[in-house]
């Protein structure tokens, strides 16, 4: 029996190791794929988690920026436009210059005009009434691009702060940082411009007016054409005024630290340290809105906007005057009255400005803001 298995091994030897052999090795690849089968599983398990909190912080992230997006539209503009509408009316009232010719003309007890005084007087309302719709124009604009400008760098740095959260807990931890990391202060500086830019844009303003309509004499005739190139020359004119992007200035406040000091006196009534806040989100926030005004991509939306809102305006000009206008057009002392009016529409609420809805529909504007929240900020 032994020496029968000895000469069946010795003449079935190479098989019988060949086949040993090869059912090791498929033990071997079998415990290998079966091992590498399970870590895939356990890779593509962690891939639908991440995937799942992916999910979920993009669902956060989207909420949370809404809710920016619904404080900018509901409080933050609402307020801006309606102080700028009161600041506007109050620095550039003509009131009491229609008051002084109606009284010059011995309509009450107070003397008559000489001649040179009425010159004056018509003079003074010639630049206010355009100044002031003008300014209205650019102010409006501006103001609309700006806290729009800022919810999209919001909408970014959300987007960057939430995306290294991995869980729920986590993201609602996160997510009251927004009342701690500047957030809520950079959008309050929607109210700079009427707060604090405002006098400066009107001097500059009238400047720019005062330089154009200099040539421009009462009781020449003016057409609802050259109405629109007056305003288009002024709103030039101040733009050439304001070098190396000054009119940034009138929006966005050049330090925040300083800035940070304005808001808490004001807040406070004193001037009181501890009111201070951390304002280094809020310089960052500032600095890259700076970039963004600065380019010349937001200055192409930005001209863009004015010329459409300028046309509008001239628009409304025509239907107001009702009857057609004569080919020389109507003397100018007759038009600054409807001119000066223009400016009390572009003032109007947000959800009641039809100039706001235009900007915001205007395709170039809508592009200019995708690539902006996609991360590809304009070339500077």
């Not at 900018?72 to 600041?87: E, I, K, Q, V």
């Not at 109405?227 to 966005?252: A, R």
């Not at 239907?319 to 009390?344: E, H, Y």
Request: aromatic share 8%.
């Amino acid at each position: 029996m032994l020496a029968s298995a000895r000469g069946f091994w010795g003449r079935h030897r190479r098989k019988i190791l060949v086949s040993l052999g090869v059912a090791g090795a498929g033990y071997a690849a079998y415990r290998y794929l079966d091992s590498h089968r399970r870590q895939l599983v356990r890779v593509e398990q962690r891939a639908l988690e991440e995937r799942a909190a992916e999910e979920i912080i993009k669902n956060q992230l989207q909420t949370h920026f809404e809710n920016v997006q619904k404080i900018s539209d509901t409080t933050t503009l609402p307020f801006a436009m309606h102080y700028l509408r009161s600041r506007i009316m109050e620095e550039l009232d003509i009131s009491h210059l229609t008051e002084k010719l109606m009284h010059g003309k011995g309509e009450s007890s107070a003397p008559a005009l000489t001649p040179k005084e009425k010159y004056d007087t018509w003079e003074k309302i010639k630049i206010l009434s355009f100044t002031r719709t003008v300014s209205s124009i650019w102010a409006m604009t501006l103001l609309s691009l700006y806290v729009r400008v800022q919810v999209t760098i919001l909408g970014r740095h959300l987007y960057l702060d939430f995306a290294r959260v991995t869980d729920g807990a986590q993201l609602q931890e996160g997510s009251d940082t927004f009342s701690k990391s500047g957030h809520k202060d950079f959008l309050a500086t929607a109210d700079y411009l009427a707060t604090y830019g405002i006098n400066a844009l009107i001097t500059k303003m009238q400047h720019a007016a005062t330089e154009i309509l200099k040539e421009k004499q009462l009781k020449d005739p003016m057409g609802i054409d050259e109405v629109l190139e007056t305003i288009l020359q002024i709103l030039k004119q101040f733009m050439g005024l304001c070098e190396d992007n000054s009119w940034i200035n009138y929006l966005v406040p050049e330090n925040a630290n300083v800035y940070a000091q304005l808001m808490a006196v004001s807040s406070s009534g004193f001037d009181d340290s501890s009111l201070l806040k951390d304002v280094r989100k809020l310089d960052q926030l500032m600095s890259e809105t700076r970039i963004v005004l600065s380019s010349d991509d937001f200055r192409n939306i930005m001209d863009r906007s004015l010329k459409k809102i300028a046309s509008v305006v001239v628009e409304d000009l025509a239907v107001q005057i009702g009857a057609p206008i004569p080919p020389p057009g109507l003397p100018l002392a007759k038009l600054l009255a409807k001119v000066a009016q223009l400016s009390l529409p572009l003032l109007e609420e947000p959800d009641k400005n039809k100039h706001i809805q235009i900007i915001r529909s205007m395709p170039e504007v809508e592009l200019f803001y995708t690539f902006l929240y996609a991360n590809m900020p304009p070339e500077t």
